[in-house]
């Protein structure tokens, strides 16, 4: 059962990031999918049963949960890719990117699960994705492909 709501939410957050018109639309609408489990009661009450001790202390659980976060993060990385090769982000790094964009919501997720984040769903999200999307459209800061080297 589990693994079907993996697949269902995987296969709903590409839907949702596939219905913008551009990349940056597709990052703030995997954002705005990812982050809204925290406040729909119905998802909301299946991370919190995810996050309990028993769940979180089962053997095999940390490798399957980075099977799964690599799992929702692969619409984000289709979104960066296409923001990258059409200019509209041109600070991209897909793989880097989805994992702190992802790790940035999953932070905020486990707080309000926990009850330590009472902020309204509408701050949060336009929060984070002005976060995220400053650095991704501003104005090219390493044009090498490689990223920044070290010095």
Request: proline fraction near 5%; avoid cysteine; hydrophobic fraction near 45%.
């Amino acid at each position: 059962a589990r693994e079907s709501q993996n697949i269902t939410s995987v296969a709903t957050a590409a839907k949702s990031t596939t219905a913008t018109d551009t990349p940056a639309g597709a990052v703030a609408a995997w954002i705005e999918h990812y982050l809204s489990i925290g406040w729909q009661e119905a998802r909301f009450r299946d991370a919190l049963a995810f996050m309990s001790a028993e769940v979180t202390g089962a053997p095999g659980i940390a490798a399957a949960l980075e099977v799964t976060y690599a799992r929702h993060r692969e619409p984000l990385i289709d979104a960066l890719v296409a923001g990258l090769a059409d200019g509209t982000l041109p600070n991209a790094r897909p793989e880097l990117d989805s994992f702190a964009i992802h790790a940035v919501t999953v932070r905020h997720l486990e707080a309000r699960i926990r009850g330590r984040l009472n902020t309204d769903f509408r701050e949060v999200r336009d929060q984070v994705v002005a976060l995220m999307l400053t650095g991704l459209t501003a104005p090219t800061v390493h044009p090498d492909p490689a990223g920044i080297a070290a010095g």
